[in-house]
């Protein structure tokens, strides 16, 4: 799958696909045979219709999750806004490579598959508060490289992230698309505070009203203020919603780059659950505009796809209670009608 254009794009996504509802309805009709009481799983059972649309069967899996680790390097990382060098990208790629990331051990244990995108590291983006951080054709291969990440089938794609800087991307992508005051939107980051904290907020408000004629157009606004890590998980989600495959969101970084295609289509994110709502400021906020429900608030700021990987084990729990639980009929257990 590859764009030619933004228009293409934009054409792409007047036509998206929607969920089968007939196979979630069957999963609801088994749900309500099941010896329990009528919704007493609560979240579970609403995650497992979910997958049961996206997947287009009544009992929906979870053997082939894929975690899709999208890494980059920014040029506002110059600016001091994270309290670790942009040399750190590369250096945590390779750990990714040898197996010696939390996302490796989350991955092993939900026996997923993981694979990791590095996006030109030896060259990193523009400076945004200068100029637009990406060229039109930049942008584009980046999206590209994201949506080639994608299999042509999967239970569940998850898309994480690895790239100093890339929160105070985010946080400009997330102000830029939804508006607000800037302190709304930026955060701690990697555990910035007092300068380098001020330097992140003015980055991003600088950034905002250097690129106020790009506003209008959502992948304009990913081209001027984003990333190559951030512009592929974009790519992600759409190939995935073209494929109707169900992705798992993991962080803030992830939420933004996904935010572009909520703006760009109305339900547009109906194929995404959230993993997990992060300790970085603007994440609740964005959840909240993006109509996401977390499954998980743990505090957590990792990154990585850590987040949504310990997530993956509520739904793996959903799944085998609505694949393996009898039914009252089988068990010979008397419903609540008595019968």
């Known amino acids: 799958m590859e764009f030619q254009s933004y228009a293409e794009i934009h054409a792409r996504v007047k036509a998206l ?3 089968d509802r007939l196979a979630e309805a069957a999963a609801r009709a088994r749900d309500a045979e099941l010896t329990k009481p009528a919704g007493s799983l609560a979240r579970l059972e609403q995650c497992v219709f979910h997958l049961a649309g996206w997947q287009g069967r009544p009992k929906p899996r979870l053997d082939k999750v894929h975690i899709l680790i ?5 040029g506002i990382a110059a600016r001091g806004v994270s309290a670790f060098p ?8 390779a750990n ?4 010696g990331a939390a996302i490796n051990q989350l991955a092993k244990l939900h026996g997923a ?12 983006t523009r400076d945004f508060t200068l100029t637009a951080a990406m060229t039109e054709e930049e942008c584009l291969a980046a999206i590209n490289a994201g ?15 690895m790239g100093i800087g890339n929160t105070t991307v985010a946080a400009a992508i997330a102000a830029a698309l939804f508006g607000g005051g800037v302190a709304e939107w930026v955060g701690a980051g990697t555990g910035v505070a007092g300068a380098a904290l001020t ?14 004629g790009a506003l209008d157009d959502p992948l304009a606004i990913l081209q001027a203020l984003g990333g190559r890590e951030l512009a592929a998980i974009f790519g992600a989600v759409l190939a995935a919603r073209l494929r109707s495959i169900s992705v798992l969101l993991d962080g803030f ?32 906020r964005l959840l909240d505009r993006l109509g996401q429900q977390p499954l998980l608030d743990l505090g957590m700021r990792l990154g990585e796809g850590s987040g949504a990987a310990v997530a993956l084990g509520l739904l793996k729990a959903a799944v085998a209670c609505h694949d393996g639980m009898s039914t009252f009929a089988e068990a010979s257990v008397s419903n609540r009608n008595g019968n």
């Open 113 to 124: 598959a993981l694979s990791v995108t590095a996006l030109d590291l030896d060259r990193p």
């Open 86 to 93: 942009a040399e750190v990208t590369a250096q945590m790629v």
């Open 253 to 284: 970084v992830t939420a933004a780059a996904a935010a572009v295609l909520a703006r760009l289509a109305p339900g547009g994110l109906d194929h995404c659950l959230t993993g997990h709502v992060s300790a970085e400021r603007g994440h609740r």
């Open 17 to 19: 696909p929607a969920a």
């Open 147 to 161: 949506a080639a990440a994608v299999p042509e089938r999967s239970d569940l794609v998850i898309v994480g992230e």
């Open 96 to 99: 990714f490579e040898r197996g």
């Open 199 to 212: 330097s992140k907020l003015s980055a991003v408000e600088v950034g905002i009203a250097r690129h106020a």
């Open 70 to 74: 999208f890494a980059g390097n920014h």
